[in-house]
């Protein structure tokens, strides 16, 4: 397995870790043992009160730029400079287009599960928690995505309540 392969499966760990506790904490609802599935199968599975439950999870990035910068590449000074400009302007209309593109490609991808949830990691220095509750309505959920429900750590360590972007049940 190849070394970002690896750094990919330590973060999709640790989003579920940090989800299932903060779920647990926040519903009181028992979420336990996280495993990693196989492609075709969403990213990682668990067990919610005894009922098996798979999870896709993805990162959300202002762009591939800071996603670069947040996993600790190498950044020219150009891009370093774009960066800075961007944490300056923070807007609306930036968090609506980068959660729609990742929206976009999750919905895309078919999955191998009976139920799965989605579940989306701020991993970007430029939002905080309200403002993903202000979203509200404006959530760009697309069309014949295969998700029961569409969850949100909105902080990088989990401390927030997770915040539930969409539901198939209204």
Known sequence: MSESELEKLRLEHEAARLFLRAYEREYHIPMRHIWHNEPAKPDVSCYMNDERLDIEIAHLYANEHEAMAVLG???????????????????????????????????????????????????????QHDDFVHLGAHLPVPKGHE????????????????????????
Do not use: M
């Open 73 to 127: 590449r190498p950044l020219s000074l150009d891009i370093q400079r774009q960066l800075a400009q961007l944490a300056l302007n923070p807007s609306c209309e930036q968090l609506e287009q980068a959660l729609s593109r990742l929206l976009e490609a999750k919905a895309k991808k078919t999955y191998d599960s009976k139920r799965v949830w989605l579940l989306i990691r701020n991993a970007s220095t430029l939002w």
């Open 147 to 170: 998700f029961e429900q569409i969850w949100l750590l909105s902080d990088w360590l989990g401390q927030e309540a997770p915040i539930q972007l969409w539901s198939s049940h209204g």
